[in-house]
């Protein structure tokens, strides 16, 4: 898609559009429950401290062109670019957050890509089912491992491949809002 042609292109309401350095037009959905569970995500990331490797919307470089901007990832600390981008390799964690369009991509592609790469922990949170999905234990295909935690029920902690423990707070994150005047 050219310049001219993305300049004078309508996208979609709620979305955000990315232009990535290979050319690919990448469309994201946007919710408020999707921007403000990755912002609690966040919060939750500054335990590992200040400074930890934790990127948001950042492409992550994975072999055969198929790249990545997870919500959230959690690198390990003596991550280095390669380039423009960090590589999969570094990566300890990464988080989906489900928003209406995404279901099938975060639930069931991204389980099979992210465990393929050895990813070693995919978290699928889902503010409409109010439930985090923690996959470990990858394999070639997806994840041996898979555990549901409901929203509402206190703290996980995550324990890294590099020693540190990533805590979740359950209790924190956000659940949608009901729209006024419905039932």
């Known amino acids: 898609m050219s310049v001219e042609a993305i300049m004078h292109t309508e996208f979609p309401e709620g979305y955000t559009v990315f232009f990535g350095a290979d050319g690919k037009v990448i469309m994201t ?11 609690s995500l966040q ?4 335990a ?3 400074h930890a490797k934790v990127t948001s919307d950042v492409y992550l470089d994975f072999p055969a062109d198929e790249n990545s901007a997870p919500d959230l990832a959690i690198l390990r600390e003596d991550a280095h670019k390669q380039g423009k981008r960090y590589s999969f390799e570094d990566v300890l964690l990464i988080a989906e957050v489900v928003s209406g369009s995404s279901e099938r991509k975060d639930y069931d592609d991204c389980t099979a890509k992210y465990g393929r790469y050895g990813i070693p922990v995919y978290l699928v949170v889902d503010p409409y089912a109010a439930e985090v999905v923690v996959h470990t234990q990858p394999t070639g295909t ?5 555990y549901t935690h409901q929203y509402g029920t206190g703290k996980i902690a995550i324990d890294l491949a590099d020693g540190r423990t990533f805590t979740l707070d359950l209790d924190e994150l956000p659940r949608p809002e009901t729209e006024a005047g419905a039932r």
């Open 142 to 146: 997806g994840y041996i491992a898979a």
């Open 43 to 46: 919060i939750d990331t500054l």
């Open 48 to 50: 590992l401290g200040r």
């Open 29 to 39: 959905p946007q919710s408020v429950e999707r921007s403000s569970t990755i912002r």
